[in-house]
T-cell receptor, first 119, second 112 residues
């Protein structure tokens, strides 16, 4: 069965601390993602990785960085946590599939989320 | 980037068929349309995906008109356990492959 795990379900950190959120997938997927979810705003993409050591910025990368040293693991780093980074963080992974016409499609598998509170 | 518009919320009763429509006027030629379901305190879960016309699986159907500017997720005979938030996602494609836009979703409330 497909599985994406996240290191913590709940995390409380202080302003200015460096925070690491870890995500591991066991499906050998090429692509991994970090989102944050806030009430009324849906899911917003922070960063995306399409291969080991490769990354792309999403819609809201400011204040975050990522690391992907191994295919199965994707880490989100908050260099200096701030209160406005209090949120639910969701990790996902997917492969890219091709249809006969050469169009790409993605099916994302999500982890359970980490609820981060910065005080 | 194709963004989506969905109703914020919908109410239904057990046993009814529910149709949730998503508007995506700027959909690109190569974009697929995907729907996800999310329960409280969980990550979203894939429901169904399609490119055109109609797609059906064991839990839902997806209707896509010829112009592809909208799509409708159909849930047959809903139960209380279908109470969740449903997200419509368009794309990405090879030209914007890092752009996954979920939007705010539709909160479906199924009543007994």
């Amino acid at each position: 069965d497909v599985k994406v795990t996240q290191s913590s379900r709940y995390l409380v950190k202080r302003t200015g601390e460096k925070v690491f959120l870890e995500c591991v997938q066991d499906m050998d997927h090429e692509n991994m993602f970090w989102y944050r979810q806030d009430p009324g705003l849906g899911l917003r993409l922070i960063y995306f990785s399409y291969d080991v050591k490769m990354k792309e910025k999403g819609d809201i990368p400011e204040g975050y960085s990522v690391s992907r040293e191994k295919k199965e693991r994707f880490s989100l780093i908050l260099e200096s946590a701030s209160t406005n980074q209090t949120s639910m963080y969701l990790c996902a992974s997917s492969n890219r599939q091709w249809d006969p016409s050469g169009r790409a499609s993605y099916e994302q598998y999500f982890g359970p989320g980490t609820r981060l509170t910065v005080t | 980037l194709a963004k989506t518009t969905q109703p914020i919320s919908m109410d239904s009763y057990e046993g009814q068929e529910v149709n949730i429509t998503c508007s995506h006027n700027n959909i690109a030629t190569n974009d697929y349309i995907t729907w996800y379901q999310q329960f409280p305190s969980q990550g979203p879960r894939f429901i169904i995906q399609g490119y055109k016309t109609k797609v059906t699986n064991e839990v839902a159907s997806l209707f896509i008109p010829a112009d592809r500017k909208s799509s409708t997720l159909s849930l047959p005979r809903v139960s209380l356990s279908d109470t969740a938030v449903y997200y419509c996602l368009v794309g990405p494609n090879l030209y914007n492959f890092n752009k996954f836009y979920f939007g705010s979703g539709t909160k479906l409330n199924v009543k007994p």
